[in-house]
């Protein structure tokens, strides 16, 4: 089966302008995440639907991220502006209902000058 | 707040050798998961041991986990250079639907 894919996989932006990321999950996962991981440390949740609804967003910066499912298939998440405390991979995940195992995607390399 | 700290944080063997990761974490958990990231890729899922599971094994990987120590371990036998990531365990703690929070990582080197 096809894995998770994210486009693009990098994106170089100046601070306060806006940048999307978009994560296609596997086929039936309706189980999507969102992950910042900053050089060095390990990924940290944004958010995470269930289907097209928002399961958890407790460490999503409302004030300048935001994320959505429609259909409960593809997700973007959205940064407007950028800080330079950006710079991050973002990761996307999904999994199968009711399993414990989340696959991932390659990432989006966001360097914010 | 990451839940997991991730002992060493960085490790360097000889091909063959066996590696040792440690991680220990603070609240009662559902399950402990160990990931694999190679540089500038994804993770990849390795291993999950539940909170009534002591110890399970996946070809030359073998996790434990005390719970009373809130401690768990991943051993990777006769090493290979393909084996140089970086590791990271992963713990549900959560009432509802999973939710992993990640240490930050044991970086493997595998020297030829």
């Known amino acids: 089966e096809a894995g998770v894919a994210q486009s693009p996989r990098y994106k170089i932006i100046e601070k306060r302008q806006s940048v999307a990321f978009w994560c296609n999950p596997i086929?039936?996962?309706?189980?999507l995440y969102w992950y910042q991981q900053i050089l060095g440390q390990g990924p940290k949740l944004l958010i995470q639907f269930q289907n097209n609804g928002v399961v958890d967003d407790s460490q999503l910066p409302k004030d300048r991220f935001s994320a959505e499912r429609l259909k409960g298939v593809d997700s973007t998440l959205k940064i407007q502006p950028a800080k330079l405390e950006d710079s991050a991979v973002y990761l996307c995940?999904?999994?199968?209902?009711?399993?414990?195992?989340?696959?991932f995607g390659p990432g989006t390399r966001l360097t914010v000058l | 707040s990451q839940q997991g700290e991730e002992d060493p944080q960085a490790l360097s063997i000889q091909e063959g050798e066996n590696a040792t990761m440690n991680c220990s974490y603070k609240t009662s958990i559902n399950n402990l998961q160990w990931y694999r990231q190679n540089s500038g890729r994804g993770l990849v899922h390795l291993i999950l041991i539940r909170s009534n599971e002591r110890e399970k094994h996946s070809g030359r990987l073998r996790v434990t986990l005390d719970t009373s120590k809130k401690s768990s371990s991943l051993l990777i036998t006769a090493s290979r250079a393909a084996d140089t990531a970086s590791y990271f365990c992963?713990?549900?703690?959560?009432?509802?639907?999973?939710?992993?929070?990640f240490g930050q990582g044991t970086r493997l080197t595998i020297n030829p």
């Open positions: 992963a713990t549900d703690a959560s009432q509802g639907a999973q939710k992993l929070v």
């Open positions: 086929s039936g996962h309706a189980t």
């Open positions: 995940a999904s999994s199968r209902p009711r399993t414990d195992t989340q696959y």
